[in-house]
């Protein structure tokens, strides 16, 4: 049983209800030596402050006076924590009875692994194949929004960005895993540094993995941690339009930073128009939906 004490990061926008069940849940983990509970609350205009001050005194509670996306606060929270281990969690995932517990465990066996994200589960009990991730070069990505990935879910030539090649239930290296649940060894924390702050929402938690593995240490997903993630519900569902609108912001800043330079500008030209082209179609499909 791991003796290593966890500090838990949050950061939450009109999300009341998610996010008591969130700490309800971490509160009840089983052998979880959860040395601390941080919230960032950008400045929710639900019951969300008086939720945790009536429901969480033990909650180590940050007010902003402004909706400051993501990154920065989450930067703020890490900076206030002490433990040996970080776990970054959504204020919509919950954590089951042992998940804290497992990720911890896997850390303290394995001090080559810097970072370990759980399986993450849709309310419905399936898969979310966004929590272990390859490398989001342009192939896999097409391979992936063009529904290659889909047909052929078995051949890694596709399926590079979700990994859905590999089998579900068995622990592996990736690339990166979901910033919705991942657990960051203290020692990345100190080497690596914060969440770069060029991402006002999306793809940090891709960016903090490329930067981890370049420092040195491996990132594994460990199925044995399992998290329930109802996915929009911690504050991107609020501002649906620019929350779609970050997305694609933030994977051309992830695009530029860590591939541009390994492809000619003609192609950067082409990628680029094409992710322009895909955020007018996502809003324009999502507008006529709705």
């Excluded at 500090?7 to 971490?26: D, E, F, G, P, Q």
């Excluded at 009840?28 to 950008?42: F, H, L, P, T, W």
């Excluded at 930067?75 to 002490?82: L, P, V």
């Excluded at 100190?190 to 770069?196: A, E, I, M, Q, Y």
Aim: glycine share 6%; hydrophobic share 40%.
């Amino acid at each position: 049983m791991s003796q290593t004490n966890v500090s838990v990061c949050i950061v939450t926008l009109n999300a009341s209800k998610y996010l008591h069940r969130c700490l309800t849940l971490l509160e009840k983990s089983q052998g979880a030596r959860i040395e601390q509970i941080i919230v960032v609350d950008n400045r929710s205009n639900d019951n969300t402050v008086k939720m945790i001050l009536s429901n969480h005194s033990t909650v180590k509670l940050i007010r902003n006076n402004r909706n400051e996306g993501y990154t920065i606060p989450m930067n703020r929270a890490m900076k206030e924590s002490d433990g040996e281990y970080l776990l970054i969690l959504n204020p919509d995932a919950f954590v089951k009875p042992n998940a804290v517990m497992a990720l911890a465990n896997f850390l303290d066996l394995h001090p080559e692994v810097g970072i370990a994200g759980p399986k993450v589960l849709n309310v419905d009990g399936t898969f979310q194949k966004s929590c272990r991730r390859g490398v989001a070069r342009p192939w896999n990505v097409i391979s992936y929004f063009t529904g290659l990935a889909n047909r052929f879910p078995n051949d890694s030539k596709y399926t590079g960005y979700h990994l859905s090649h590999l089998n579900e239930v068995s622990a592996c290296e990736v690339d990166g895993v979901s910033g919705s649940c991942m657990m960051i060894r203290r020692e990345v924390f100190d080497k690596v540094g914060l969440f770069d702050e060029r991402f006002f929402a999306y793809q940090e938690d891709s960016d903090y993995c490329f930067r981890t593995k370049a420092a040195g240490w491996k990132i594994f997903y460990v199925p044995e941690a399992e998290v329930v993630h109802d996915s929009g519900r911690g504050g991107s569902a609020a501002f649906k339009y620019r929350s779609l609108f970050e997305w694609h912001r933030s994977y051309f800043l992830l695009y530029r930073k860590h591939f541009s330079a390994d492809y000619f500008p003609l192609f950067n030209g082409l990628f680029y128009s094409a992710m322009l082209g895909k955020l007018l179609m996502t809003v324009i499909w999502d507008t006529v939906r709705n």
